[in-house]
Nanobody, 124 residues
Framework: QVQLVESGGGLVQAGDSLRLSCAAS????????MGWFRQAPGREREFVAT????????HYADSVKGRFTISRDNAKNTLYLQMNSLKPEDTAVYYC?????????????????WGQGTQVTVSS
């Protein structure tokens, strides 16, 4: 069972950038599709971005397309989310998730493994 630990969250101003990282414990990290999700207070957890095992395939929520970039380094067992031009509405707890498989997935139910989350707060 893969264990995931997110880091890199914090308090920033609108327009700033942050890079989130997700370290995986499993040396077979490369066979997992990975995703980033977020949950704002009082709202359901929502899809942000996903990446295939190879890193070739990616998909983004419309709300972050063009501002966020998902990437992975399989040699380091690490997933990243580069977030640029942050907005107050990006404020949420950000979670990384892993799903066995070579493609990428956008639905929460497809991910059996989750990290504990990292808080991102964007002030206006």
């Amino acid at each position: 069972q893969v264990q995931l630990v997110e880091s890199g969250g914090g308090l920033v101003q609108a327009g700033d950038s942050l890079r989130l990282s997700c370290a995986a414990s499993d040396r077979t990290f490369g066979v997992y599709a990975m995703g980033w999700f977020r949950q704002a207070p009082g709202r359901e957890r929502e899809f942000v971005a996903t990446i295939s095992w190879s890193g070739v395939g990616t998909h983004y929520a419309d709300s972050v397309k063009g501002r966020f970039t998902i990437s992975r380094d399989n040699a380091k067992n690490t997933l990243y989310l580069q977030m640029n031009s942050l907005k107050p509405e990006d404020t949420a707890v950000y979670y990384c998730a892993a799903a066995p498989g070579t493609y990428y997935y956008t639905a929460l139910a497809q991910y059996p493994y989750w990290g504990q989350g990292t808080q991102v707060t964007v002030s206006s």
